[in-house]
């Protein structure tokens, strides 16, 4: 079992940043796979970026790529990301999430445990 607690969320101006942390429990933070996904008013959930549990691996979605940074310290048993030049589009719930897999997972499926999740609002 693993808990997310999602924090760093709040309001800031278009092209500015924020830096999300998500912190877990549980001693096999290790062996998850971490994603965060985020949710915009009246639109479905989508993917943002992926670590593999080593932290070795990244991938990002096309939307965030060049913005946004996903880091891990296994140490800690934190992941977090750092979001940079925010537009109004990337407003939403940001949600933690953790897979039980080495490598890096896509689908919301593949995730067993999520946040609460913290809101992002970027004013224009």
């Known amino acids: 079992q693993i808990q997310l607690v999602e924090s760093g969320g709040g309001l800031v101006q278009a092209g500015g940043s924020l830096r999300l942390s998500c912190a877990a429990s549980?001693?096999?933070?290790?062996?998850?796979?971490m994603g965060w996904f985020r949710q915009a008013p009246g639109k479905e959930r989508e993917f943002v970026a992926a670590?593999?549990?080593?932290?070795?691996?990244?991938s990002y979605a096309d939307f965030v790529k060049g913005r946004f940074t996903i880091s891990r310290d296994n140490a800690k048993n934190t992941v977090t990301l750092q979001m940079n030049s925010l537009t109004p589009e990337d407003t939403a719930v940001y949600y933690c999430a953790a897979a039980p897999s080495d490598r890096i997972q896509y689908r919301e499926r593949e995730y067993d445990y999520w946040g609460q999740g913290t809101q992002v609002t970027v004013s224009s």
């Open positions: 549980g001693r096999t933070f290790s062996s998850y796979a």
């Open positions: 670590i593999s549990w080593s932290g070795v691996s990244t």
